[in-house]
């Protein structure tokens, strides 16, 4: 077996040197009903081409984004990834790695977060961003729960454009430790809805934008509401891209920001692994889940980076700890340090500008298919459509045409009554014959 | 024409000596100091081409932000070199031995790579139309049959993130079990004193109080603690097996028939799985939950600190409330349940967005499949011989924290053995990084006073081992031998020395920021 070095004489020999006579002598410990002779019932063992061979046929049936014109979002974005990020990140030294608990043989990995932690700080607007989350949506769970800790209050307020799954994700760790959430019903342009709902004991509201439906909000507003009552604001992203055009959470008054970190470095990988971005206002610092890298010096005084603030985490203070999380995201965090230092700021902004453009040039074919309605006033990259019929049946008509025509927000939220609404994005990879490609299709499937 | 024969000098001349000047720069051969990002690269400079926007923001209005964001950009030559210098500061499994108890630091096989970059797997998007994605989803169910046939479970939930994530999922399909039984006085988790930090802050996260239970002389649950703290406020106890002391629980099936008979559910935190897999079934075990660090077990790499997965395998008692997404076949073909409804009609709510860790399945599966069931069995059967041998080889020198009978996959030494040397476990650890070898997990578990945790995994070969034994064995020597000096400074020859982690504490620096004289605003 390929991975494995050892030879039946080095087996024999080191049972020699334990003084076992076989294999099961150093299975004793289990109990006799639950010993099991022979193995399991799954194939035998695999060479490297049977493998890749048996993974590819079913990789096969799979329509990939990159071979068709593409238009789903929602959560989950296809931008272009250098080849660089890729290449780095299968670097030995970054993926065979462990958490960086020995600092001295770990700068590599610490100095990139520490680098990670500030591009997410500054990308945010915000004064501190931890060393990653799973996703988006679990940081978003983290930040109300963390809103509760800090305000010693137990009530939470979605917005009505919060992406339904961060909302489910959310609703779980919240319920579980008794924290109430108050949801609005999704509606397209109607962030500030969450102010008449904020009262004496409203921990947070959580407010998205560009929202589910792809509308970008100021929330200045709403966070002067908030924090009048005594909440936090909490802002999500979901497309983390989106920062490069639009107004930083920070700026608007977030306490907290939880996004979503896939759209830079990442693949689209149905659905994961991706990486959480959170951040905060530095008072709030002590209260943070997961990891954080902090610089320090060693003892010739030259610079260095260590995990820190770790009394906040499970390993140290058990059941008192900020939150359960242990292994992060690690590597994904990486592809997006990478990516973003390889865009900086110009890129960023300029890749951005595109992916607005692009979503214009959409909106304009659209809106001029018969009995297609633009919903979304204000977007950046994506926007929802009212169709004549429900948006399902004519997402999957359209696939079948050999277009990725949009994500229905029935798939999202059967229960919404827009089941006629569907979800459309274009970025960077987006071009004018996927547009009119998709145009024209469109219009024969409505017609 | 010639040859000039007075070239450059071919055999070492001059000092010997075995005193070393410091470098004038910082840099250290293939060393290299290198700066931040924020020091490197330029505010205005960027690595990618891009054409020009065809149309504005304006219909953005004062949406759109204007004032700098403060990301600097690198070249394509200026990035590549940046990551790869810093990479090189980095231990890693390809390197050498990374002995991390309870972390099953493995050989990450680049076959599994290349499967998860395949674009039917990497470039599809979680809510395409399902008949566009029938290979992901078979994937994900036929990782689901593996998953469950190994472990003898019924059930598997597979979205959540990680180990942590995964024990939250457990807890919280044991909560809804309960509560769907009407009974809500459960209140407490029993955990014992050696568990992972991440069961008791787990179960304090789904509002549990957490009662500890003791352990044995040898190693494990106390029963008779057990039997005591088992009420009717007790809604499962987290036992992890084989144990954080690299020790199965023999009285696992007594442990899980107490439970049971309190009425109680059992989670089993699997992080071990490592020491079994292919030869022990869980569900033998009366087992009720239990996450699989895909991770860990399963080879998929660690990548610094994830991304890792921990689906969670359930009994028939648990299944019921599963979190959505479910997988579920049938004539149309394959199909994810996504709410709760139809056969996830008491799925107690959603982990995380989407469908989970699809990329970490995929790597999963191809090195199931790779191994097959004899190759699981030997790979079960390896880890834990390896880390006999090393145990037998070091414990005449060092003192395992529980000599007698064998251990599964990890050994634990406890520091008695460093009585009177001056030398702490602390100590130890940073000496053997000189040596080449990351050092093993230090004072965790947390019931062995300074305790040394060291699991070598089945990927080691008989030499590795040997190099790793004698690299211990000559550094005991002169830790009994009182070359203190070499501990106490130690490491010498990493890219850093010892590091000042109360500094870093105490004047949290947490991002950079630019220095007087140099700050952003002036770019």
Redesign the interface.
């Known amino acids: 077996?390929?991975?494995?070095?050892?030879s039946a004489d080095?087996?024999a020999?080191?049972?020699d040197?334990?003084?076992?006579k076989s294999?099961d002598?150093?299975?004793?410990?289990?109990?006799a009903?639950?010993?099991?002779s022979g193995?399991?019932?799954?194939?035998?063992?695999?060479?490297?081409l049977?493998?890749?061979r048996?993974?590819?046929?079913?990789?096969?049936?799979?329509?990939?984004?990159?071979?068709v014109p593409?238009f789903?979002g929602?959560?989950?974005y296809?931008h272009h990834v250098?080849a660089?990020v890729?290449?780095?990140?299968?670097?030995?030294?970054?993926?065979?790695?462990?958490?960086?608990?020995?600092?001295?043989?770990?700068?590599?990995?610490l100095?990139?977060l520490?680098?990670f932690?500030?591009?997410v700080?500054?990308?945010t607007g915000m004064?501190?961003?931890n060393?990653?989350m799973?996703?988006?949506?679990?940081a978003t769970g983290e930040a109300v729960l963390m809103a509760a800790r800090v305000t010693r209050r137990k009530k939470a307020v979605l917005s009505p454009g919060l992406?339904p799954?961060?909302a489910?994700?959310t609703?779980?760790?919240a319920?579980?430790?008794?924290i109430e959430t108050v949801t609005l019903g999704a509606k397209v342009d109607a962030e500030a809805d969450v102010i008449a709902a904020i009262d004496a004991d409203t921990a947070c509201v959580v407010v998205q934008t560009p929202n589910v439906f792809g509308t970008?909000t100021?929330v200045t507003k709403i966070a002067e509401a908030a924090h009048a009552a005594g909440a936090l604001v909490i802002v999500v992203v979901t497309e983390v891209m989106s920062?490069?055009?639009?107004?930083?959470p920070g700026?608007m008054g977030a306490d907290i920001v939880a996004a979503?970190g896939q759209s830079i470095g990442n693949?689209?990988?149905?659905?994961?692994?991706y990486?959480g971005l959170f951040a905060a206002k530095e008072k709030l610092?002590r209260q943070m889940p997961g990891?954080?890298?902090?610089?320090?010096?060693?003892?010739?005084g030259?610079r260095?980076f260590?995990l820190?603030?770790?009394?906040r985490?499970?390993?140290?203070?058990?059941?008192?700890?900020t939150?359960?999380?242990?292994?992060?995201?690690?590597?994904?965090s990486?592809a997006f340090?990478?990516h973003?230092?390889?865009?900086?700021?110009?890129?960023?902004?300029?890749?951005a500008?595109?992916n607005?453009?692009?979503a214009?040039?959409l909106k304009d074919a659209l809106s001029s298919v018969k009995g297609v309605e633009v919903l979304t006033p204000?977007f950046f990259n994506e926007f929802a459509v009212r169709l004549p019929k429900p948006a399902a049946g004519v997402?999957?008509a359209l696939?079948k045409k050999g277009v990725?025509g949009g994500?229905p927000f029935s798939?999202?939220d059967?229960k919404a009554g827009l089941d006629d609404v569907l979800l459309v994005t274009a970025t960077?990879v987006t071009t004018d014959a996927d547009i009119n490609e998709f145009k024209s299709k469109l219009a024969e499937v409505l017609s | 024409m010639s040859m000039v024969n007075v070239g450059r000098p071919t055999r070492p001349e001059g000092s010997t000596t075995e005193t070393r000047p410091a470098t004038l720069t910082g840099g250290r051969g293939l060393l290299q100091d290198e700066a931040l990002i924020f020091e490197l690269g330029g505010w205005d400079k960027t690595g990618v081409d891009l054409p020009a926007p065809a149309l504005d923001a304006s219909d953005l209005g004062d949406l759109v932000r204007k004032d700098p964001i403060g990301l600097p950009g690198l070249s394509e030559p200026e990035a590549m070199r940046h990551f790869v210098r810093l990479s090189q500061k980095n231990h890693a499994i390809d390197l050498a031995l990374y002995p991390l108890g309870s972390c099953t630091m493995k050989h990450n096989p680049r076959l599994n790579e290349k499967m998860a970059r395949l674009p039917g797997f990497s470039d599809v998007h979680p809510l395409q139309p399902q008949s566009t994605v029938q290979g992901a989803i078979e994937l994900m169910d036929r990782l689901a049959h593996w998953l469950k046939t190994l472990t003898g479970m019924p059930a598997v939930a597979l979205s959540p993130k990680a180990g942590a994530n995964g024990e939250l999922c457990g807890l919280l399909a044991i909560h809804a079990a309960h509560d769907a039984k009407g009974d809500t006085a459960r209140r407490v988790v029993l955990v014992p004193t050696s568990a992972h930090g991440t069961n008791p802050a787990t179960a304090a996260f789904v509002g549990y109080s957490v009662r500890e239970i003791a352990q044995t002389e040898d190693g494990r649950v106390d029963l008779k603690d057990l039997e005591a703290k088992l009420g009717p406020d007790v809604a499962a106890i987290m036992v992890t097996n084989p144990n954080t002391c690299g020790l199965f629980e023999r009285d696992i099936m007594e442990i899980s028939r107490l439970a049971h008979a309190a009425g109680a559910y059992f989670y089993c935190d699997g992080a071990n799985f490592n020491a079994i897999v292919g030869r022990v079934r869980p569900g033998d075990l009366g087992v009720d939950a239990m996450h699989i660090n895909l991770h860990k077990t399963f080879s998929t790499p660690h990548g610094g600190g994830g991304p890792g997965a921990g689906p969670v395998v359930l009994s028939e008692a648990l299944a019921p409330f599963a979190p959505a997404p479910w997988v579920v076949s049938g004539a149309d073909g394959y199909k994810l349940v996504e709410f709760e409804e139809a056969e996830a009609a008491d799925a107690f709510g959603r982990m995380c967005a989407f469908h989970g860790q699809m990329g970490m399945y995929v790597r999963a599966l191809s090195y199931m499949m790779s191994h097959g069931a004899d190759g699981l069995k030997q790979v079960a059967e390896d880890a834990v011989l390896n880390a006999n041998y090393i145990k037998a080889r070091l414990q005449g020198v060092m003192s395992p924290a529980f000599p007698e009978g064998p251990c599964m996959h990890e050994a634990l030494f406890d520091d008695s053995w460093l009585e009177g040397t001056g030398v702490t476990t602390l100590d130890f650890a940073k000496a053997m990084i000189d040596e080449g070898f990351h050092p093993m997990t230090m004072y965790f578990p947390l019931v062995v006073h300074g305790a040394m945790l060291i699991e070598p995994t089945e990927t080691e070969s008989k030499f590795e081992l040997d190099r790793f034994c004698d690299a211990l064995l000559a550094l005991a020597g002169a830790a009994k031998g009182g070359d203190t000096e070499r501990f106490k400074g130690a490491p010498f020859y990493a890219p850093l020395r010892r590091l000042d982690e109360t500094r870093a504490a105490r004047q949290p620096k947490l991002r950079w920021t630019s220095e007087p004289g140099a700050n952003l605003a002036a770019e």
Do not use: W
């Open positions: 077996m390929r991975y494995l070095p050892l080095d087996r020999q080191m049972l040197v334990i003084g076992a294999i002598d150093l299975f004793v410990d289990v109990p009903a639950a010993r099991r193995t399991v019932d799954l194939p035998a063992h695999a060479g490297e049977e493998v890749e048996e993974l590819a046929a079913l990789a096969a049936k799979n329509t990939a984004a990159g071979s593409f789903c929602a959560g989950a296809k250098p660089t890729d290449h780095i990140i299968q670097r030995s030294e970054f993926l065979t790695s462990y958490t960086p608990y020995q600092p001295e043989i770990a700068q590599g990995t100095q990139v520490f680098e932690q500030t591009q700080a500054n990308l004064d501190v961003a060393a990653s799973y996703d988006g949506s679990t992406h799954h961060y489910g994700t609703e779980t760790l319920h579980a430790v008794g970008a100021d920062l490069g055009l639009l107004k930083d700026s979503e693949a689209l990988n149905f659905g994961g692994p990486v610092t990891r954080l890298c902090g610089e320090t010096v060693d003892a010739e030259r260095g260590v820190t603030l770790s009394t985490e499970q390993h140290i203070r058990r059941d008192k700890a939150s359960n999380i242990c292994t992060n995201s690690g590597l994904c990486l340090t990478i973003m230092s390889l865009l900086g700021e110009k890129g960023l902004r300029q890749v500008a595109i607005h453009a692009n214009r040039k204000r997402v999957e696939a990725l994500v798939r999202l059967p960077e």
